[in-house]
C-alpha cells in the first residue's frame, strides 16, 4: 500500500493518467467504451512494475470532426480521491500518404479529496496532439505530446507518447502506450521522484488499453 500510494502521488502530480483516447476521431453517431490500465513504473517486490492505475470513460462522435469523452479515475477514487476528466478532441489533418492524421484535444481534470472534505478541488487543464498512421486495415501507430497547466509548480508539464491501438474482434480493439511523464520536471528528488526516470527527468508510464465499440 505504501508504494501504491506513493505511486498514485507521482501519477496525480504528473497527471495524464491513462492512455490516450480517442487517437483519431470516431464517425459521427459512433459511441465508444474505454479502459485503461497503468502508470509510472514502480519499485514493486524489488521488480519494475507499472502502477495499476485504472480508468474507464466513454466516447462519442458528435460530427465527423469532433469526438467528445469522459473518464472517471476508479483507483483514486479507492483512495479517496475523486478523478473525473472530460476532454473534446478534433481532427486538424486527415492522413494522406506520408502526412499522418493529426488529433488535437483540449481536455480538463479535476480531483476533490474526499477524506478532508469536499472543499480541496483541483482542475488541471491539458492540451493534447498526436499524430498517426494508418496500418493496413485495423492498426494505428502514433505518436504526441501532452501539455499539462497547473498553478504549483511546475506550472506546465510535459509528456510525449508512443503507442499502437490493434484491431482484436469486430468490437473490440487493444491499446498499448509508452509515456515520458513529466518530462520537463527533474524527479531526483520530492514528491516527482520517479522510478523510472529517463536520467534525472519524468517517469516512463506504460499503459495498455481495450475499447468497446457499441
Same mark, same amino acid.
Given at each position: ?7 498514485? $502521488?507521482?501519477?496525480? /502530480? ?16 459512433? #459511441?465508444?467504451?474505454?479502459? +485503461?490500465?497503468? @502508470? ?5 517486490? @524489488? ?17 465527423? =470532426?469532433? #469526438?467528445?469523452?469522459? =473518464? ?12 473525473? &476528466?472530460?476532454?473534446? +478532441? ?5 492522413? &494522406? ?15 476533490? =479529496? ?23 486495415? /485495423?492498426?494505428? $501507430? ?16 510535459? /509528456? ?26 527533474? #524527479? ?11 536520467? /534525472? +527527468?519524468? =517517469?516512463? @508510464? $506504460? ?8
Amino acid at each position: 500500500m505504501k508504494y501504491l500510494f506513493a505511486a498514485l $502521488v507521482i501519477s496525480l /502530480s504528473m497527471i495524464g493518467c491513462g492512455g490516450t483516447q480517442p487517437i483519431r476521431v470516431l464517425e459521427e453517431g459512433r #459511441t465508444q467504451a474505454s479502459f +485503461s490500465l497503468g @502508470g509510472p513504473i514502480i519499485e514493486l517486490g @524489488g521488480a519494475p512494475v507499472p502502477m495499476p492505475y485504472l480508468t474507464v470513460g466513454a466516447m462519442h462522435g458528435f460530427c465527423d =470532426n469532433l #469526438t467528445l469523452s469522459a =473518464n472517471a479515475h476508479l483507483l483514486s477514487a479507492a483512495l479517496g480521491d475523486v478523478g473525473l &476528466d472530460a476532454g473534446a +478532441s478534433m481532427r486538424l489533418l486527415k492522413q &494522406d500518404g506520408a502526412i499522418p492524421e493529426v488529433t488535437g484535444k483540449a481536455q480538463i481534470y479535476f480531483f476533490d =479529496n474526499l477524506a478532508r472534505g469536499p472543499n480541496e478541488p483541483r482542475l488541471f487543464p491539458m492540451i493534447s496532439l498526436n499524430g498517426s498512421y494508418l496500418i493496413g486495415q /485495423s492498426s494505428l $501507430v502514433y505518436v504526441g505530446i501532452d501539455n499539462l497547466f497547473q498553478l504549483s509548480k511546475p506550472g506546465y508539464i510535459l /509528456s510525449p507518447f508512443i503507442g499502437t491501438e490493434f484491431y482484436i474482434s469486430r468490437r473490440i480493439s487493444g491499446q498499448l502506450e509508452a509515456k515520458w511523464m513529466a518530462a520537463n520536471v527533474n #524527479t531526483e528528488k520530492g514528491v516527482f521522484e520517479g522510478y523510472g526516470a529517463i536520467g /534525472s +527527468s519524468g =517517469n516512463i @508510464g $506504460v499503459f495498455l488499453g481495450l475499447i468497446y465499440s457499441f
